[in-house]
């Protein structure tokens, strides 16, 4: 499946009831989810981690539809290299 094509998906089962709920609210949903999956990751629960960067990519797709952002679009920033020193892989110095 590709992007848009999830955007549209996610929109169809979700945009309504999360745009009821607004952006600040369905924002605190994702950042929930962020969270179990920091959880799956700590733990390498192997079985967790599919179904939580799902969630997170699902509340993440909504949160863009809600905003007027078409994921596709967005994207198209990292598509040519690092938005940054423009190549791949990434030649920036850490500032870490």
């Known amino acids: 499946m ?10 169809e089962m979700y945009l ?18 962020v969270g179990e ?4 990751l ?7 981690l599919e179904k939580e960067f799902a969630d997170v990519l699902a ?15 967005a994207i198209a920033k990292y598509t040519t290299g690092c938005p940054v020193c423009g190549k791949i892989p990434c030649m920036c110095e850490e500032i870490r």
């Open 42 to 48: 700590r733990d390498n629960n192997k079985e967790e």
């Open 59 to 73: 509340w993440l797709f909504s949160l863009a539809s809600i905003s007027g952002v078409k994921m596709e679009e």
């Open 16 to 33: 309504e009831k999360d745009s009821k709920r607004g952006l600040a609210k369905t924002f605190m949903w994702f950042t929930e989810e």
């Open 37 to 40: 999956l920091s959880r799956a």
């Open 2 to 11: 590709n992007i848009s094509k999830f955007q549209k998906l996610i929109e």
